[in-house]
């Protein structure tokens, strides 16, 4: 049973414009309930939105359509999520209505429920480094490519409302790792809370 501490965000939520939905993410509940009934939850401070077709940095850029960008077309509010490295997984949210292939990148939460096992599990790293990243985010929430294509509102992994983040603490900068995306890189699309600790702030 899901037994949510605030209302889950809805289908319309995501339905939207994609850079609207990256900062109204910000200072959202992410939640994952894992196999044994155990829950991993975390605030979200960091996140970069991906503009589909135009973007030369989206998976979809130019309408590209493959095995793992299926999800992107799909309902909006569900899970993208992808292997980068071999090794790391990403957690995307679909934006936008079916068809128009648009994400969120969810790339930094700060800590709430699971101190005790992120403690254990990962000793060698500061509080406010076990979820600051998208692959550190996915290995501390133990999100991997069994989330892909799931609804964010779901029993299992569920996005919360929260409450919103005040503009003026809210920083707006070019997105990260995307050298290969030309004149994209540039664009302003990461967005960050002023006072988390937990975001990459440039790294």
Same mark, same amino acid.
């Given at each position: 049973?899901?037994?949510?501490?605030? @209302?889950?965000?809805?289908?319309?939520? /995501?339905? *939207?414009?994609?850079?609207?939905?990256?900062?109204?993410?910000?200072?959202?509940?992410?939640?994952? *309930? +894992? @196999?044994?009934?155990?829950? *991993?939850?975390?605030?979200? #401070?960091?996140?970069?939105?991906?503009?589909?077709? %135009?973007?030369?940095?989206?998976?979809? /850029?130019?309408?590209?359509?493959?095995?793992?960008?299926?999800?992107?077309? !799909?309902?909006?509010?569900?899970?993208? #999520?992808?292997?980068? /490295? !071999?090794?790391? /997984?990403?957690? =995307?949210? #679909?934006?936008?209505?079916?068809? #128009?292939?648009?994400?969120?990148?969810?790339?930094?939460?700060?800590?709430?429920? %699971?101190?005790?096992?992120?403690?254990?599990? +990962?000793?060698?790293?500061?509080?406010?480094?076990?979820?600051?990243?998208? !692959?550190?985010?996915?290995? !501390?929430?133990?999100?991997?490519?069994?989330? =892909?294509?799931?609804? +964010?509102? =779901?029993?299992?992994?569920?996005?919360?409302?929260? %409450?919103?983040?005040?503009?003026?603490?809210?920083?707006? %900068?070019?997105?990260?790792?995307?050298?290969?995306?030309?004149?994209?890189?540039?664009? @302003?699309?990461?967005?960050?809370? *002023?006072?988390?600790?937990?975001?990459?702030?440039?790294?």
């Amino acid at each position: 049973m899901k037994n949510p501490i605030n @209302p889950t965000l809805p289908p319309d939520f /995501y339905a *939207r414009d994609t850079v609207t939905v990256a900062r109204e993410l910000l200072g959202q509940r992410l939640c994952h *309930r +894992l @196999p044994g009934g155990e829950l *991993r939850t975390g605030t979200i #401070v960091e996140t970069e939105a991906y503009l589909g077709l %135009g973007d030369k940095a989206a998976h979809s /850029y130019g309408g590209k359509r493959t095995p793992r960008t299926a999800t992107m077309y !799909g309902p909006p509010g569900h899970a993208y #999520v992808y292997l980068i /490295y !071999g090794m790391h /997984y990403c957690l =995307n949210a #679909v934006t936008r209505p079916e068809g #128009v292939p648009e994400a969120v990148l969810i790339r930094a939460l700060e800590p709430e429920q %699971g101190h005790e096992l992120w403690a254990q599990e +990962l000793p060698h790293l500061k509080p406010e480094q076990w979820l600051s990243g998208p !692959g550190r985010l996915c290995r !501390g929430m133990k999100i991997d490519k069994a989330a =892909n294509g799931l609804c +964010l509102g =779901n029993s299992v992994l569920w996005i919360e409302a929260k %409450g919103a983040v005040a503009d003026a603490d809210i920083e707006a %900068g070019p997105r990260i790792g995307i050298a290969y995306a030309e004149e994209a890189v540039d664009w @302003p699309l990461r967005f960050y809370v *002023r006072r988390s600790r937990s975001v990459s702030k440039g790294g």
